[in-house]
């Protein structure tokens, strides 16, 4: 029913579930160790992941935490991360859009600052 849309956050490393739905990587990175079949992914939009140079600069020092969220966000306002947003949108219109990556620490990672302009984006959609 459009208005239910639900979005989830997983590990990829989990096994994936039937509520999972549709299982997209959000994660530059192909996960290690991990084979395409096992992480059972529907979708891998690298434009919604942060540049390979914001990451390494996060990686450099995670103490940054605050300032790698706001320039996430700005990359995140570019359009072909705006398209991505919407796809996503799209496909949780009618289901659940489950986000897996394969970061240990996923509340210091970019997915929360992800999932925050998916729910911005989702009075207009």
Do not use: C, N
């Not at 990175?29 to 096992?38: A, H």
């Not at 925050?116 to 989702?122: I, Q």
Request: hydrophobic share 35%.
């Amino acid at each position: 029913m459009p208005g239910q849309r639900t979005i989830r956050v997983r590990r990829v490393y989990d096994p994936p579930a039937k509520a999972d739905g549709v299982r997209v990587l959000v994660d530059r990175l192909w996960p290690r160790g991990l084979s395409k079949e096992r992480a059972a992914v529907d979708e891998w939009p690298k434009e919604l992941t942060p540049s390979t140079e914001l990451r390494t600069w996060y990686h450099e020092d995670t103490a940054r935490f605050s300032a790698f969220q706001e320039r996430y966000e700005a990359e995140l306002a570019g359009p072909e991360q705006t398209g991505a947003v919407d796809r996503l949108l799209e496909l949780a219109r009618y289901r659940t859009v489950t986000l897996v990556t394969a970061v240990k620490d996923v509340d210091h990672s970019h997915v929360p600052t992800l999932v925050a302009a998916l729910e911005r984006a989702r009075p207009g959609h």
